[in-house]
């Protein structure tokens, strides 16, 4: 057990004013289950133990969706809990509920530090002030992950050079004429191919600041440089260079039993991988097109972040604040990053895993952090800010099959897309006004 | 001729056809079901590797063990309790207050039958997942979540039951409530005496249909329980799928599954006997 | 409606009410409250915490039936529904016919038949995409081997196969239990006087065993298209999410993404309205036309 010298402070200072009070019961819904679900709880009993002023019961509440839902509806009944985990794509929902939700910034008290928290992870969470809304929780970025025993097999030396998607296009045609089935599959695919390839090559997903500066903002992902990756995509998935194996992280499936040897999917990949995979595999940064950008700009996260409901007694307040704060310790951050694969959300978690030589002994886990902190983020790559985007994105993967399957070029399909998104992007306008 | 049932051929090649035609069936209709006896049975490197065995594996004890402890928010035992409770709640409920209803829209005649019988109808026809956040906020309006009121209720609200002792009433014969009436017997005599028993396997069939919806309901247990202790199996079951991108333990996953489905399958299987009588006699 | 009405009724008018009172108590707080508030909000765009709510009238039904892809729902989901019904009901009615005519080992048959009737539809969706997941899935693997390449994932045909078969394959085992019954329920001795006039077995079916069995069909028609309408979703939502493109993409489960994944409970409030009417049509026309054909 583990104590932080932070928590132990605030919570001497709370015990002094309500002693012999009852412990106060902080509830958090969460979305996690199985391994990720057990790291959790263990988190929650190690801040339970570590002071006795309050409870945190943590329930698991269903998959994202589901989690947010339940908050929503126990929100309208006045039955809300004092935490609430929502995805990446609901944080404009969120934000746009003012009566609902308590700004984190606001919940913390005056000590509360936002600098140490690294900016390309809380960004997305943060207003245009730059005040942190909520308090990033799990966090990832799509990285290059590769099956180098299928290169070899394919007579392609698997240390060679995949930074820039020219060379994974070459790599691609090597592997299908060196008769491989699947050269390369992808998960999350509007994540990966869209919303991150928009950030890492500083071109726009939405006007507005990707949505930032406002809600009457619109898609903008069917210019030049999106088609550009699309078509090419399109083409590698008509000559099956390109396996498309469902809208999720499906494609896990078939990169995991050793099927493909190329794979795009989130850094919080690794404990799977490294669970079920077989061959020697290893990370590569995500590639950028060259002849879209001369360096890649950051890419951005996915993952959930943790929102403080409205309408709870100061005591809880306390709480939420000890117990967020606790999240936020170097320790508990590192040791996250560590078990998960997801982003630590403070330099110093990061500084920490690097001095207890976690990164050697792991090679390739600090990909993801430095692809997200090499650069300071742009207007196009702070994140996305969208209204109803859990269901822009079915949207999208709509479109991109049409492409996938040849019945529509890409071109036509995110032109399609944008169109179709920005009725719901209006009709949220709507309803937030 | 007493021994005989079925629509007669049943000697030489047709008797085999028959079988060929069953097994043939059976295997389509039961794979899904062997296969995920397997998975419960075998390792996950197993599973996961392409192609996983079609035959059970020695990992039985482990998987099953393994499932029994490892409720995410609440152990097993207790998930299939209230799992148990719940459905059994809502079958019993259900009945009591179908056939009451159903007996007063088929024997009596009084103003708004008709509406209280579509209006009753038209329950079948809005999914409790439509209306969901309003529901949620009238069970919490009257404090009844993370309790078995609460999980019961708002499924009882539907005409299935209804409709199908309606079905029934209209084909007991006339003659029966003539005779009760010149008897000088009232209505509830005639329900009580008289049509409740004759609808004993009608109710036993009905009681196996609601107990198995009760069972396998998923979003309403889920949106309404925040307390572990009231978490149901089939939650459990959800429960341990992984949400992004974590992986799936399967054999746990499927072991439990198999788990969940014990006790509506004894449901079923021990009352077959009982349940095909029961709609035998309301079709005749 | 003739059939609604029996010759004998008792006379009283309290008593009824008060045995339908239960029923119209639980419906009317549990059922008509909560309905009414989801229709009353397809009037509105609402803010999804209920914090504030814009009134645009029949904004959200112009804003529905003006997208394409909206009507285009509608005949997915005609199929959706035609098929399941039809295979559940079909495989059912075969296996129960099958079943019928033994007169040993059909317990052992029965019992095996309706394992599925005992797994959660939210269980279902799971078990059928783990068998067909694409290249890993074991009968996908096993189909590789036999040359043939299934990608439900881009195949539109395929993928409304498996979502097809995923649903009706509990409803199976619900429907056999019905059918078996029916039959066995036909008294022998119709069945043996037609047989020793030398009526052909399909001849018999057609002509004795159908007619008798249509008070169960019709019930079990009513019930299927119903549950094909309306409780599929969960098994769309795990295996196809409404695609390849818009392939699977039924009525009800659009209901479910706007309102439960986008929060958009004004179109989803409409969408529910626009089911129910069309619910309620076919309802009434089964009932008059249908019905009055049902031999009792």
């Known amino acids: 057990m583990k104590h932080t010298i932070s928590i132990l402070a605030a919570s001497a200072v709370l015990a002094s004013s309500q002693a012999a009070m009852a412990q106060t019961e902080i509830e958090f819904w969460h979305a996690f289950t199985g391994r990720l679900g057990e790291l959790v709880a263990e988190q929650v009993e190690t801040f339970n133990s570590s002071q006795s002023d309050y409870t945190v019961v943590a329930t698991h509440k269903g998959n994202y969706s589901e989690t947010l839902n339940a908050g929503i509806a126990a929100f309208r009944a006045g039955e809300q809990p004092d935490i609430l985990m929502v995805f990446e794509v609901g944080t404009a929902t969120m934000m746009a509920a003012k009566g609902a939700i308590k700004p984190v910034y606001e919940v913390m008290d005056d000590g509360f530090d936002q600098s140490k928290y690294i900016g390309s992870v809380k960004g997305y969470y943060t207003s245009p002030d730059g005040d942190m809304l909520s308090l990033p929780f799990n966090s990832s970025t799509p990285v290059l992950w590769v099956n180098r025993d299928k290169l070899e097999e394919a007579g392609i030396n698997p240390d060679t050079d995949l930074s820039t998607w020219e060379q994974v296009g070459s790599v691609l045609d090597q592997l299908k004429d060196a008769g491989v089935d699947c050269p390369m599959t992808t998960a999350w695919q509007s994540w990966i191919h869209l919303e991150n390839f928009s950030a890492y090559h500083d071109v726009p997903f939405a006007t507005k600041s990707n949505g930032f500066d406002g809600t009457d903002t619109e898609l903008a992902f069917n210019s030049a440089a999106q088609v550009a990756h699309i078509s090419a995509m399109g083409e590698w998935a008509q000559d099956g260079k390109f396996i498309y194996a469902g809208r999720r992280n499906e494609g896990g499936a078939n990169f995991r039993a050793g099927e493909c040897a190329l794979f795009t999917e989130s850094s919080a990949g690794y404990a799977g991988i490294k669970a079920e995979a077989e061959f020697d595999f290893e990370v590569r940064p995500l590639p950028y097109w060259k002849a879209v950008a001369s360096e890649p700009q950051n890419t951005i996260i996915g993952g959930a972040s943790l929102w403080v409901m409205e309408g709870q007694s100061d005591e809880e307040y306390q709480g939420v604040a000890a117990f967020l704060d606790f999240l936020s310790s170097p320790e508990i951050q590192a040791k996250w990053h560590q078990d998960t694969g997801y982003l630590p959300i403070t330099s110093e978690a990061g500084d920490l895993t690097r001095s207890q030589g976690f990164y050697e002994a792991n090679p390739g886990t600090d990909i993801a952090v430095i692809q997200m902190t090499a650069k300071e983020p742009t207007a196009n790559s702070k994140g996305l800010r969208l209204g109803s985007f859990d269901q822009i994105r079915g949207i999208i993967d709509e479109e991109l099959e049409a492409v996938w399957a040849g019945d529509k070029d890409a071109q036509a399909a995110l032109d399609s897309a944008v169109e179709r998104g920005n009725a719901l992007l209006r009709r949220f306008e709507q309803a937030s006004r | 001729m007493a021994e005989q049932t079925g629509m007669v051929e049943k000697r030489g090649v047709g008797l085999w056809l028959t079988h060929l035609g069953l097994i043939i069936g059976v295997a389509f209709i039961f794979f899904p079901i062997w296969l995920a006896f397997v998975a419960s049975t075998v390792s996950q490197p197993e599973i996961v590797r392409p192609p996983m065995p079609l035959l059970p594996g020695d990992q039985f004890f482990e998987n099953y063990s393994k499932a029994l402890t490892a409720g995410i928010n609440a152990p097993v035992a207790l998930m299939l309790g209230n799992s148990l409770f719940m459905a059994l709640g809502i079958a019993i409920g259900k009945i009591a207050i179908s056939l009451l209803s159903a007996f007063a829209i088929v024997y009596f005649k009084f103003p708004g039958k008709k509406l209280f019988f579509w209006l009753i109808f038209l329950t079948l026809m809005l999914p409790v997942e439509v209306r969901i956040v309003p529901t949620y906020e009238v069970i919490a309006n009257f404090g009844m979540l993370n309790s078995y009121q609460g999980l019961i209720l708002p499924l009882i609200a539907s005409a299935t039951a209804t409709f199908l002792f309606r079905q029934f009433f209209m084909t007991v014969p006339d003659e029966l409530a003539e005779a009760a009436r010149v008897d000088g017997a009232g209505p509830m005599r005639f329900f009580f005496d008289i049509l409740l028993p004759m609808s004993r396997t009608n109710i036993a069939a009905l009681f196996v249909i609601l107990f198995i919806y009760g069972w396998n309901q998923y979003l309403w247990p889920l949106l309404i329980t925040t307390d572990p202790s009231m978490n149901t199996i089939v939650m459990g079951i959800k429960q341990m799928f992984p949400s992004g991108d974590d992986i799936a333990d399967w054999p746990v996953i499927m072991a439990t599954s198999i788990l969940a489905m014990v006790p509506p399958v004894i449901v079923v299987v021990g009352m077959q006997k009982l349940f095909i009588r029961g709609l035998v006699e309301s079709e005749k | ?296």
Request: aromatic share 16%.
């Open chain 3, 1 to 296: 409606m003739g059939h609604m009405e029996k010759r004998v009724t008792f006379k009283g008018i309290w008593l009824p009410l008060l045995l339908v009172l239960p029923q119209i108590l639980i419906t009317a707080i549990f059922f008509f409250y909560p309905a009414g508030q989801a229709i009353w909000q397809s009037l509105f765009i609402p803010d999804p915490f209920g914090l504030s709510m814009q009134w645009v009238g029949l904004g959200n039904f112009e804003y529905l039936l003006s997208d394409r892809y909206y009507r285009a729902s509608f005949v997915t989901t005609a199929v959706f529904s035609i098929l399941v019904t039809v295979v559940s009901m079909g495989v059912a009615l075969y296996l129960a016919i099958l079943a019928d005519r033994l007169i040993k080992g059909s317990g052992t048959y029965r019992t095996l038949l309706i394992w599925p009737y005992a797994v959660a539809p939210a269980v279902a969706g799971v078990l059928w995409l783990f068998m067909f997941n694409t290249r890993v899935g074991v009968v996908t693997w096993y189909l590789g081997l036999l040359g043939y390449d299934w990608n439900h994932v881009l195949n539109e045909g395929e993928a409304m196969g498996l979502v097809v078969v995923a649903s009706a394959w509990g409803r199976i085992s619900y429907n056999f239990l019905f059918f078996l019954a029916g039959l066995q329920a036909i008294p022998r001795s119709v069945i043996e006087a037609a047989a020793i006039d030398g009526a052909h077995f399909w001849t018999r079916f057609r002509t004795i065993v159908f007619p008798l069995l249509s008070p169960t069909t019709f019930f079990l028609l009513v019930v299927n298209i119903i549950y094909a309408f309306f409780e599929t979703f969960g098994v769309i939502h795990t295996i196809t999410s409404g695609g390849p493109q818009q392939a699977t993409t039924i009525l009800v489960y659009k209901v479910y993404s706007d309102g439960f994944v986008g929060q958009d409970l004004g179109s989803s409030a409409a969408q529910s309205v626009i089911l129910l009417v069309i619910v309620s049509l076919l309802t009434v026309i089964q009932f008059k036309y249908i019905e009055r054909r049902v031999h009792y």
